[in-house]
């Protein structure tokens, strides 16, 4: 399945400062996801964060690819703006992502956060995302369209053509409070009908357990059980 996955500079502090530093981190997300085999569909690089849009071959390969992009990255700027200490606010998040209901959803999400934040009317004015791939096949090596991107079109002006009609209105309240609500608690974004398949292959409930002081209340105690505990490491490994 796809992975949204968010990753915020500490303190949620520009981490990307001059065009060289976005090219720069382009440059070693694209060895990343080739070396642990998490293709990118979707992206883009606000100031202080990046969104991408996934789908790992491999369970471990996410964290693998995100550890390898934050230490290089890190280093990068260390040695280039004289400073030192963390670069990230911890660790990334992300969600699983329904392809059929929610893929493209999320795609027009991620491409669109220019947009949101006042930084351009346009998406495909801003240089540092997925959208002038997606949207008017300007050449990307970082991009490894998925299979749904493929079926818009046969040819590929049909796709670009479909993928920009997709842009043409706006993203509804309710798909902006989903996608929020799922990246925020590392939840599945999806309809509630999907969501049984899920838990049945895990092997566990997608439902956050109580936490903290709500350890010894009756629905902390009911949540747990010897199958979610045995597995509680699949969902996470994304």
């Not at 991620?110 to 009317?121: F, H, K, S, Y």
């Not at 240089?127 to 590929?156: K, Q």
Request: glycine fraction near 6%; proline fraction near 6%; hydrophobic fraction near 35%.
């Amino acid at each position: 399945m796809p992975l949204h996955v968010i990753q915020r500079g500490n303190n949620r502090t520009s981490i990307f400062r001059s065009p060289s530093d976005f090219k720069c981190f382009r440059a070693i997300l694209f060895e990343a996801s080739r070396r642990y085999h998490c293709p990118i569909h979707v992206y883009v690089l606000m100031t202080n964060h990046v969104h991408l849009l996934t789908t790992p071959e491999d369970e471990q390969g996410p964290a693998r690819m995100m550890q390898a992009v934050g230490r290089q990255f890190t280093y990068y700027v260390n040695a280039r703006y004289a400073r030192t200490g963390t670069l990230w606010e911890g660790r990334y998040r992300s969600s699983l992502v329904h392809t059929e209901r929610y893929l493209l959803t999320c795609s027009r999400y991620i491409e669109l956060n220019p947009v949101r934040a006042g930084m351009t009317n346009d998406p495909g004015q801003y240089p540092w995302s997925s959208y002038r791939y997606n949207a008017l096949g300007i050449p990307d090596r970082l991009i490894t369209p998925h299979a749904l991107y493929r079926e818009l079109g046969i040819r590929l002006a049909d796709r670009l053509a479909a993928y920009r009609s997709l842009f043409e209105d706006a993203l509804a309240p309710q798909e902006l409070d989903a996608i929020r609500r799922a990246i925020n608690s590392g939840d599945l974004l999806s309809d509630d009908d999907f969501r049984p398949s899920v838990e049945a292959t895990l092997q566990r409930s997608l439902t956050r357990r109580p936490h903290g002081g709500d350890r010894r209340s009756s629905a902390f105690q009911a949540s747990k059980s010897p199958t979610v505990a045995r597995s509680s490491h699949a969902f996470q490994a994304f």
